[in-house]
């Protein structure tokens, strides 16, 4: 069992940056991949980043590529989300999870996720 629990989110003004992180429990934390996913209101959940077990592979949305930068500190427990030139379109509510098979861009691969942190960027 991993708990998971996001913190770093706020109100920001466009084109500001925020750091997300998401510390998780257990002593096994880096047999998991990690991603984080957004929720804007009245949308589904997108896939953001992700990140593999020992960090050496990332992934992104193409709508955030060259904006967000994902890393882990498996030693904290810890994974982060780096998001820099937010636009008004970013704001959603942000989660994290793990999977204790891979990272992917598909919800169902992750078998534990945060409660979210609401992340909103003004105009």
């Known amino acids: 069992q991993v708990q998971l629990v996001e913190s770093g989110g706020g109100l920001v003004q466009a084109g500001g940056s925020l750091r997300l992180s998401c510390a998780a429990s257990g002593r096994t934390f880096g047999n998991y991949g990690l991603g984080w996913f957004r929720q804007a209101p009245g949308k589904e959940r997108d896939f953001v980043a992700g990140i593999s077990r020992k960090g050496g592979s990332t992934g992104y949305a193409d709508s955030v590529k060259g904006r967000f930068t994902i890393s882990r500190d498996n030693a904290k427990n810890t994974v982060y989300l780096q998001m820099n030139s937010l636009k008004p379109e970013d704001t959603a509510v942000y989660y994290c999870?793990?999977?204790?098979?891979?990272?992917?861009?598909?919800?169902?691969?992750?078998?534990?996720w945060g409660q979210g942190t609401q992340v909103t960027v003004s105009s």
């Open positions: 999870a793990a999977s204790a098979r891979y990272y992917s861009d598909y919800d169902r691969t992750y078998d534990f």
